[in-house]
């Protein structure tokens, strides 16, 4: 089952340009990671941003994490087109043997347009 | 750097056949992970294994087993490969997070299987 939903299932911009996207999730959680992952290629992870953060950053990366409104965004700050890429959002889920597996949104749809 | 490495890019083979896909990891990593990738679905978990022979079913483990008899090496196997189980497959790794907690994961270039 997913858990993280990822906003907008698609984003095109213009290369120099922020882009922003939206990760919501539906129970509590430990931690709340992102995730790149260029056309036809495994992820990449970007950041992980723990329950008891607010804000992360990482170079042009900036990461926000609302635990009130169960809600993450991502911002990508001058774009290039090398950011051209589905992003992916994924929380935790704790099974019986509690061990943490992690749950997957379906991902953004980054293009930047050169 | 961490490195995974999944035994084949693209892989086709017929309806029936046994399937092995072979994922190793260069970093002594304690967990590791097989997704499949379809679109519209996302990644989904099949199996995991937290250690050297043991194993736990992920969402979709039907028709699918697995096998880590060493720490680096974790294998996914098809028993008898079927038109459905056409998807990308990806491996990943990661250290075993303290209690409460799951880490980055390292994934694998991946491996396109199509069954005909």
């Known amino acids: 089952s997913q858990q993280g939903e990822e906003d907008p299932q698609a984003l095109s911009i213009q290369e120099g340009e922020n882009a922003t996207m939206n990760c919501s999730y539906k129970?509590?959680?430990?931690?709340l990671q992102w995730y790149r992952q260029n056309s036809g290629r495994g992820l990449v992870h970007l950041i992980l941003i723990r329950s008891n953060e607010r804000e992360k950053h990482s170079g042009r990366l900036r990461v926000t994490l609302d635990t009130s409104k169960k809600s993450s965004s991502l911002l990508i700050t001058a774009s290039r087109a090398a950011d051209t890429a589905s992003y992916f959002c994924?929380?935790?889920?704790?099974?019986?043997?509690?061990?943490?597996?992690?749950?997957w949104g379906l991902g953004t749809s980054l293009a930047v347009n050169p | 750097d961490v490195k995974v490495t999944q035994s084949s890019r693209y892989l086709v083979k017929r309806t029936g056949e046994k399937v092995f896909l072979e994922c190793v990891q260069d970093m002594d990593h304690e967990n590791m992970f097989w997704y499949r990738q379809d679109p519209g679905l996302g990644l989904r978990l099949i199996y995991f294994?937290?250690?050297?022979?043991?194993?736990e079913k992920g969402d979709i483990p039907e028709g699918y087993s697995v096998s880590r008899e060493k720490k680096e090496r974790f294998s996914l196997i098809l028993e008898s490969a079927s038109t459905n189980q056409t998807s990308m497959y990806l491996c990943?790794?990661?250290?075993?997070?303290?209690?409460?907690?799951?880490?980055?994961?390292?994934f694998g270039p991946g491996t396109r299987l199509t069954v005909l």
């Open positions: 990943a790794s990661s250290v075993k997070g303290l209690a409460g907690s799951a880490r980055a994961q390292y």
């Open positions: 129970t509590s959680i430990n931690n």
């Open positions: 994924a929380t935790v889920r704790i099974n019986a043997g509690n061990n943490r597996k992690l749950i």
């Open positions: 294994s937290y250690d050297v022979k043991m194993k």
